[in-house]
């Protein structure tokens, strides 16, 4: 199947590792909206001007978007998915029935099939909250998010007056993780379930108690969580903040038995060395199952709850009930 790559940031750099090393996948091109000639890729992929995309219709099978959520994906998903089946990992969760929508009614017409929302969360927690949910419907969920770098508050923070550059970790809090794990279902709120620490490289004599204040009261972004802020060295945070590690857990807790005498957990977890890399395999094997789909007739749009597992293997069903079952 012949896949592209629309966009080539980190997340980008992660399909196209995930594409070159995935057997039945051909890396057709990496369409950026920079100049090629000063994009430099990890491959010897042909690197092609956005713009010459539609000329690829018939050349591609799907196209991996690879663009941020807050202003690309909302715009380019639809747009491309009247030419293309298209992936792509918008993670703006209270948006995305509206980014659904758009998209399905742009797949509809076009006759394409548009797979949105694909990551590890949304992605595979989201199965993981179906699959717990499902089988343990008298329960409560309880996703725990790092520690890892929130590449999103990162850039919130940068964009404060007098920061130079800074990394945010999103922080579960032990005492929440294990009350979630003891079957008690409590109530956790946003404040008792994260905090965030936040590393931060300030330009030489700008007013460090006022660019704190910034973050810690930030709405949406840090005013609901216990924050910490360390002011660091550009050389300290370049040694020791260079990366993108991740990971989470979802966990459901719940009651089985005809008086719910039995309590029962189900977890999930991941730990993440490189979140763009992570991310762009799950965006691969989503490519895989959007292409088989499609050859079967499907179109619109759909999420990760909507495929069928098989379909996100290059092994065969004859494979898998050999040596997964």
Request: hydrophobic residues 40%.
């Amino acid at each position: 199947m012949r896949i592209a790559i629309a966009g080539y940031g980190n997340l980008g750099r992660g399909v196209e590792a995930a594409v070159t090393n995935a057997p039945d996948m051909e890396l057709v091109g990496i369409f950026t909206r920079r100049d090629p000639a000063s994009v430099s890729v990890a491959t010897d992929t042909p690197v092609l001007a956005w713009e010459d995309l539609p000329s690829y219709v018939g050349k591609v099978d799907v196209v991996v978007l690879c663009g941020g959520s807050a202003t690309d994906l909302p715009v380019q998903t639809p747009e491309l998915a009247k030419l293309f089946c298209v992936v792509d990992s918008f993670d703006t969760h209270a948006n995305i029935p509206a980014h659904f929508a758009n998209v399905d009614a742009a797949s509809r017409e076009a006759g394409t099939l548009g797979v949105i929302s694909c990551g590890w969360d949304p992605g595979l927690f989201s199965l993981a909250r179906l699959y717990a949910s499902a089988v343990l419907p008298n329960g409560a969920d309880y996703t725990f998010w790092g520690r890892g770098v929130s590449q999103g508050h990162s850039d919130a923070i940068r964009r404060i007056p007098g920061v130079v550059d800074a990394r945010q970790y999103t922080v579960p809090v032990p005492e929440a993780v294990e009350a979630a794990r003891s079957g008690s279902n409590p109530t956790l709120t946003t404040r008792e379930k994260h905090t965030r620490e936040c590393f931060v490289v300030a330009e030489e004599g700008a007013d460090l108690e006022v660019i704190r204040q910034a973050i810690v009261t930030m709405p949406n972004y840090f005013s609901d969580y216990d924050t910490t802020v360390t002011f660091i060295s550009k050389e300290e945070l370049d040694a020791n903040h260079a990366g993108l590690p991740h990971g989470g857990t979802v966990i459901r807790s719940g009651r089985t038995g005809l008086a719910d005498e039995f309590a029962d957990t189900i977890e999930f977890s991941l730990q993440l060395d490189s979140n763009p890399y992570f991310t762009g395999s799950v965006l691969a094997c989503v490519a895989r199952a959007a292409y088989r789909l499609h050859e079967q007739g499907k179109v619109g749009a759909c999420t990760m709850l909507d495929i069928p597992p098989a379909m996100l293997s290059p092994l065969s069903a004859e494979e898998l009930r050999a040596h997964l079952m």
